[in-house]
């Protein structure tokens, strides 16, 4: 007979024990399995070796051409607190990337050392180990999966681990992606002032074409006319105007220059904002900005007016000090309003953009500043042509002739002088990243760590066949012993135990 109560007992500690006690055959099994397969895992599975290079990225700094064209750098005085992490994209560039693996395979190539490398041969079912090469994108995606780059502790710091069955070959790529973006880096600092010196190459193979033309000229005037005397008067008002000329030219020359980094840097901006391309030109637009461009322009041509004048005359060096204290007053207030300008666009800017920002404003108003010096230039020479016209008859054809090749000669010879300054500091601008160390072959593998593999196969495997014993027995509501009924809380009053046959056949004997 059996008593039902109303609740149900709770399984004991001492429950769990006899049911896993019970099915200790089938756990052990299981285990067992498990452990014997993360075992064979752990024992074939390939070694891997870890190769890591540090590197040193700092801001890039200015040059002196760059200031010679205009000095508006750094005018926000803000770094860009995602600097490391573009750096870093940077690194990860497919193109980078692509030559990180041609420079690999190049170097099997010329070494022929197959024990070396592992990451370039196609090692699949159809193909013998280390017999086929791979394709320089199958490589370069391999070294994308293989490589990890990051930034080491909140520092100026990055570095680019690789891992490869080959601890020759691990080390090799770590070295290569960081020479590779090293010069990848340099060529991008150095990209602008290249782009510089080559127009200014091109300038002075024009300019020296007109300049052999004028001089050509002189001598055909010569030739025809005879020699003409110019007096001291108009020899002064000549190189006056002729010094103007070229400083004109030059002017509309750096704005060509301007001109063309700003139409790069507005057609990257539109790409990314084209709203923020119109405020920018908008802010560099400001009456108050014009306006001290217009006074630093005018000024700055009354300096070099007097300081023309000095070549005849004794140098009138209190004109010259009053114009230069003037002039930098005016540079400090137009340097102040930039950077609350440059301040109000960068915090405004999304944060991907502001350098990009920043630099589109920069040159933006290094061309209003230029556009001014021009304009300033132009109506000197519109007065200085009123006297220039009163010359001589007889003279007057020679004056020109004479006026156009001293600006010839004196535009040529700037234009020499910026190339060769571009030049130097093509080759004296340094790039930005810096190697600390050099990665070298590891001794040890760091990968697979087959201790803990194995150990983990067996926490694994016990899990497993502990879950399955509890599961099957959660799900199972057969009566096996008394002691299932009274686990649900049913009292035992007798019960009557099960005899087989031959144990019944033993009984009838016995009697």
């Not at 204290?325 to 340097?335: E, P, T």
Request: include cysteine; charge should be neutral; aromatic fraction near 8%.
């Amino acid at each position: 007979m059996i008593n039902n109560s109303s609740n149900i007992r709770a399984n004991t500690f001492r429950d769990y024990i006899n049911l896993f006690r019970s099915n200790i055959t089938i756990i052990a099994i299981i285990t067992a399995i498990i452990l014997i397969g993360t075992t064979i895992y752990a024992i074939i599975s390939p070694n891997i070796y870890t190769s890591a290079v540090t590197l040193k990225i700092s801001p890039p700094s200015g040059n002196i051409l760059s200031k010679g064209f205009g000095d508006f750098s750094n005018l926000s005085g803000q770094g860009n607190d995602r600097f490391i992490a573009n750096e870093i994209q940077t690194i990860y560039n497919s193109t980078i990337i692509d030559q990180v693996a041609r420079s690999i395979i190049d170097t099997f190539n010329v070494k022929k050392n197959k024990d070396d490398f592992s990451l370039i041969f196609d090692n699949s079912l159809f193909q013998s180990e280390g017999t086929s090469l791979k394709s320089v994108g199958e490589v370069a995606g391999d070294i994308f999966s293989n490589a990890k780059i990051m930034q080491m502790n909140d520092l100026d710091f990055i570095e680019i681990t690789a891992k490869s069955q080959s601890p020759q070959e691990a080390a090799l790529i770590a070295n290569t992606f960081a020479k590779k973006y090293q010069e990848f880096n340099l060529l991008e600092n150095r990209k602008q002032i290249t782009v510089v010196k080559e127009f200014l190459g091109n300038q002075i193979k024009e300019k020296q074409q007109e300049l052999y033309a004028a001089e050509d000229a002189i001598r055909e005037y010569q030739l025809e006319k005879g020699g003409v005397q110019l007096n001291a008067q108009a020899q002064l008002l000549i190189s006056k105007l002729a010094e103007f000329e070229s400083q004109k030219n030059m002017a509309k020359i750096n704005m060509s220059v301007s001109k063309e980094k700003l139409s790069q840097y507005k057609s990257e901006l539109e790409k990314k904002d084209p709203t923020i391309s119109n405020f920018l030109a908008n802010k560099t637009s400001e009456p108050y900005l014009q306006k001290i461009n217009e006074e630093i322009a005018s000024l700055q041509t009354q300096r070099d007016i007097a300081l023309a004048g000095s070549r005849t005359a004794n140098a009138n060096n209190t004109l010259v000090a009053e114009l230069d204290a003037k002039i930098n007053s005016l540079k400090d207030k137009r340097d102040k309003s930039l950077k609350e300008y440059g301040n109000q666009i960068l915090s405004s800017s999304p944060e991907e953009i502001k350098v990009l920002s920043q630099k589109t404003f920069e040159e933006e108003v290094t061309y209003q500043s230029l556009l001014e010096s021009y304009n300033s230039y132009t109506n000197v020479i519109n007065r200085y042509e009123q006297d220039f016209n009163k010359l001589p008859t007889s003279t007057l054809d020679y004056a020109r002739l004479e006026r156009r090749r001293l600006a010839d000669e004196s535009l040529y010879n700037t234009l020499v002088a910026k190339h060769q300054e571009a030049q130097l500091n093509e080759q004296a601008t340094p790039g930005n990243v810096l190697i600390m160390n050099t990665a070298n072959p590891s001794r040890k593998p760091s990968e697979p760590n087959r201790i803990m593999i194995i150990a983990m196969g067996l926490f694994i495997g016990l899990g497993c066949s502990l879950g399955y014993v509890y599961v099957k027995n959660y799900f199972d509501k057969t009566i096996k012993t008394p002691e299932d009924i009274e686990s649900q809380n049913i009292n035992v009053l007798a019960w009557i135990p099960k005899i087989s046959d031959e144990e019944s056949l033993g009984l009838k004997i016995q009697n």
